[in-house]
């Protein structure tokens, strides 16, 4: 079932825009995505100059019947159709892409997203109808886009790819728009903050560039936003009466200062919140940790592995004292958090995996997420995956989660995706993945 919001404009030949947001949803999801919502606030800002633009926003679960949809692109017939493209959407924007253009509804179409930002000239074949890629962060591009539209001229903005042209490269848009809150719109703020649950962001991107990840930046770049207009979404956190807050900056703490004045902010303006912050071990220090003692926080941190050559081979090399040192002093604040590994890594052997669990739990980690390693565009795994002889097998639907490797078969990994939904099931407790590794070790003792 959709949701829509629009903007109305009193020309009935004004131009026509709608943006289509396809997301997979869980239940304590705002039914407007965050991402979404930036862009449609550039867009109402650009309505300011251009009163005869008409904006709406298309939601459906990429789980619906996606030909309502199409039905509802064709009766509004919009002159600009503008869609994210993620890996979970990526087939089914193909599907209603084709859809429309085989039933003479040919809007000009504006793909973006992290499938977009990092594909290359294959995407030209998977979207043949597609009039522009933007890669990078998208609000002020699209706003370009649509500006060019009414004004008659070519648009000109970094990261905008017409169609024709060679995709090879990332660029990051030197304008994010982050600075300007959608939470400052009466027409976003109702539908992004009227759930108990929130997503939320304080920067974007990421400077490291470990293989398996998406979250790396366009061009490396960092963007961040200012302190004021942080402290004026959490005032609008109180306000609507937010109890939950999921942090989507990759690594909170990158730039500590500031991390540590925002964790001030938080604890004075929204002292009820319940925020869930992602982290790496090595960032935190007794200062940090202090403060999120007195704090109603969750810390995430992806540790993913501690073997050295796994480390290596993916191009994250923790620094083993330094990790022990923050679980212990976590541990003894009584801070919660909780610690992510992958399986499935290139050199990642079973044993080492269970070697990985066995060393947290020993140093008190009680809380912990394993993941299989997923094949996603644009990461080095992903760039390597042609050449690699085999080495990984992933599924060829989404997710692409790891199925073997040259290191883990293909009855290990499913070992592990079984532990994986026990520990789903048990709130992530360490302990149960301890007990079924102990009961694995036993087992193949007994059987060699």
Not at 48 to 63: H, N, S
Not at 91 to 96: C, L, S
Not at 244 to 250: H, I, R
Request: aromatic share 10%; hydrophobic share 40%.
């Amino acid at each position: 079932m959709s949701y829509v919001i629009k903007i109305k404009n009193n020309n009935a030949n004004g131009l026509r825009v709608v943006l289509l947001s396809l997301n997979w949803y869980r239940r304590k999801d705002p039914r407007l995505p965050l991402g979404i919502g930036y862009i449609y606030s550039e867009l109402m800002n650009i309505t300011k100059d251009f009163a005869t633009v008409e904006v709406e926003l298309l939601e459906y679960d990429v789980r619906d019947n996606l030909s309502d949809a199409v039905h509802q692109i064709m009766t509004i017939a919009p002159h600009i159709l503008g869609i994210g493209v993620y890996a979970w959407n990526n087939e089914a924007v193909g599907k209603i892409l084709s859809s429309l253009q085989k039933l003479g509804c040919k809007p000009l179409v504006v793909l973006g997203g992290p499938e977009i930002t990092y594909g290359g000239n294959e995407l030209k074949v998977e979207f043949p109808t597609a009039d522009y890629f933007v890669k990078g962060y998208g609000e002020s591009a699209f706003a370009e886009i649509v500006k060019s539209l009414i004004e008659k001229r070519t648009p000109i903005f970094p990261g905008i790819y017409k169609k024709g042209a060679m995709l090879g490269e990332i660029l990051a848009s030197p304008s994010s728009g982050i600075e300007s809150s959608p939470f400052s719109k009466p027409q976003l703020a109702k539908s992004l903050l009227g759930h108990n649950f929130l997503r939320w962001q304080t920067q974007r991107g990421c400077v490291f560039r470990c293989t398996f990840c998406a979250f790396k930046s366009p061009n490396g770049a960092i963007v961040e936003s200012d302190i004021k207009t942080v402290a004026f979404e959490l005032k609008k956190i109180k306000e609507m009466g937010i109890r939950k807050v999921a942090v989507l900056d990759p690594v909170f703490f990158l730039n500590r200062n500031r991390s540590i004045e925002i964790l001030r902010l938080m604890a004075s303006i929204t002292p009820d919140v319940e925020y869930s912050i992602q982290s790496r071990f090595e960032h935190l220090d007794s200062t940090i940790i202090d403060i999120l003692a007195l704090m109603n926080v969750k810390l995430e941190c992806g540790l993913q592995t501690l073997d050295r050559e796994v480390q290596k081979s993916i191009k994250r090399v923790n620094n083993f004292q330094k990790v022990q040192e923050s679980i212990e002093m976590l541990v003894s604040n009584k801070v919660r958090f909780e610690t992510h590994l992958i399986y499935g890594l290139p050199n990642q052997v079973m044993k080492s995996f269970a070697s990985d669990v066995f060393s947290l739990n020993k140093m008190g980690c009680k809380k912990l997420r394993i993941f299989p390693l997923s094949l996603l565009r644009g990461t080095g795994i992903a760039n390597s995956f042609e050449n690699n002889e085999g080495e990984i097998l992933f599924s060829t639907i989404f997710p692409r989660e790891v199925i073997a490797t040259k290191w883990m078969n293909r009855d290990e990994v499913f070992f592990l995706k079984g532990i994986q939904k026990k520990m789903e099931d048990s709130s992530h407790s360490i302990s149960v993945a301890v007990k079924s590794l102990r009961d694995y070790e036993m087992e193949v003792k007994n059987y060699a």
